[in-house]
């Protein structure tokens, strides 16, 4: 069975440009999380839905971020315009329950770099 | 709020050494859900285990073992003779029933031959 999907696993772009990073969870799963990992902060959670609908985006560090999903198999996060800071490893996951007993799977990341 | 910490950044043991993890967590809740996840250098996060907070007997999984003590609210883990292979970066987390999971920083292993 395929795990989570995530493309592109890498991508550099310039200052100012608008990025997009996409995620096809596991099919059946409800529950669809976005994380970003970096070495000053670690893996922090920036939004998750639960059945397409987002229930928290308290970790969106500012409205350049966005996500959207618009069905169970897929879901992008945008950032425009992209800085520098934005740098990091971007994961998506999944989980079959909207319940907080419920593992996550992950994918395997896009390397985001911002010049 | 929740909290989870791994107050070791980097451990480096020697191959067949024990080693342990520790992680101690921080909730208001009375049913939380609690994980370790491994970070190989491929990148990917794996699951490990999962503990619930009315479930603190220890588990054992070949070389893993977990240790849950809801008194000193820690989830250690432990590596009984370690291999090479076992060099990643390991993470413990915190979800409550709200669904949302929190990581700690994460401790780098290292086991060298």
């Known amino acids: 069975d395929a795990g989570v999907i995530q493309s592109p696993r890498h991508e550099v772009t310039e200052m100012g440009q608008e990025v997009t990073l996409r995620c096809k969870p596991i099919s059946g799963h409800n529950s669809l999380f976005w994380y970003r990992q970096t070495m000053m902060r670690g893996l922090e959670l920036l939004i998750y839905f639960n059945n397409n609908v987002p229930i928290d985006d308290s970790g969106m560090p500012e409205d350049r971020f966005s996500a959207k999903m618009p069905n169970a198999s897929f879901s992008t996060l945008k950032i425009q315009p992209s800085e520098p800071r934005d740098s990091a490893v971007y994961f998506c996951?999944?989980?079959?329950?909207?319940?907080?007993?419920?593992?996550?799977?992950f994918g395997s990341g896009t390397q985001l770099s911002v010049l | 709020a929740q909290k989870v910490t791994q107050a070791q950044t980097e451990i480096s043991v020697v191959e067949k050494e024990d080693v342990t993890l520790d992680c101690v967590y921080e909730t208001r809740d009375t049913t939380y859900y609690l994980f370790w996840y491994k970070q190989p250098p491929s990148g990917e996060l794996v699951f490990l285990i999962r503990r619930n907070s009315f479930d603190e007997q220890n588990e054992i999984s070949g070389r893993y073992s977990w240790n849950f003590q809801k008194s000193t609210s820690s989830f250690n883990f432990t590596i009984t003779a370690s291999q090479v292979v076992d060099s990643a970066v390991y993470f413990c987390?915190?979800?409550?029933?709200?669904?949302?999971?929190?990581f700690g920083d994460g401790t780098t292993l290292t086991v060298k031959p």
């Open positions: 987390a915190l979800s409550t029933n709200a669904g949302k999971s929190t």
């Open positions: 996951a999944s989980s079959r329950g909207t319940g907080g007993n419920e593992k996550l799977f």
